[in-house]
Each structure stands twice: as C-alpha cells, then as structure tokens.
C-alpha cells in the first residue's frame, strides 16, 4: 500500500527556516510526481511546489518562489522542501501527495495522488 509520511515542521520566528520532509513507499515504479501543499485557516489548500523525479520538472507559486526549494533524495526515497527567509502568511499545514502520473501542464503536479497526513507550520513576528 502507498504511504507518505511528512515531518519536519515547527514554530519559527519571521526570517528563520525550516526543512520539511515526504518519505514515499510503496510504488511499483521508480518514477513518480510530487507535490507539496498547504492549508491555513480559513483557506484552501494551496499547491506551492511538483517535481517529477523522471525529467527534474520543478515548479514553484509566485508566493514561495525564490524562498522554498524542492530536492529529492533517491537513496532514502524521500522529497524535502527547504524552506528559507519564513513570514507569518506561511503559517500552515503542508501536505505532500504523490502519484506515478502528473498533469500534462506547466505545473506537472501530481495527478489523482496519495496524500501524507500533514505537518504544522508555524511562523510568529
């Protein structure tokens, strides 16, 4: 059965950073899309960051762009987002989801994925 798990979150002060990770089991392919995600309060999820390990296909949101950086790690099977120069409006609960398929569009998120129970972000001023 596929199973991600997703950890690394916490509580920053405004400027600080974070790590998060997305360990991935139970494909029967090597290849596979990922994507990162995130929930506040009162929003909707967001999708902020894909990756296709197959052809290095990275995206990013406007919003996170030049932040966040997304790497995989082949031998542990695992996806991290690095996440630098933190603010308050990043305060949420990120989610990872993954699938051996992904949108035929500039983005490449996965598509009809599995999902990671999620990990709290918190960045206070």
């Known amino acids: 059965e596929v199973q991600l798990v997703e950890s690394g979150g916490g509580s920053v002060q405004t400027g600080g950073s974070l790590r998060l990770s997305c360990v991935v089991s139970?494909?029967?392919?090597?290849?596979?899309?990922i994507g990162w995600y995130r929930q506040a309060p009162g929003k909707e999820r967001e999708e902020i960051s894909c990756?296709?390990?197959?052809?290095?296909?990275?995206w990013y949101d406007d919003s996170v762009k030049g932040r966040f950086t997304i790497d995989s790690d082949n031998a542990k099977d695992s996806v991290h987002l690095q996440m630098d120069n933190l603010k308050p409006e990043d305060t949420a609960t990120y989610y990872c989801?993954?699938?051996?398929?992904?949108?035929?569009?500039?983005?490449?998120?996965?598509?009809?994925?599995?999902w990671g129970q999620g990990t709290q972000v918190t960045v206070f001023s």
């Open positions: 989801s993954a699938s051996t398929r992904a949108y035929s569009d500039n983005r490449q998120c996965p598509y009809d994925g599995y």
């Open positions: 139970g494909f029967s392919f090597g290849d596979y899309a």
């Open positions: 990756f296709v390990t197959s052809t290095g296909s990275i």
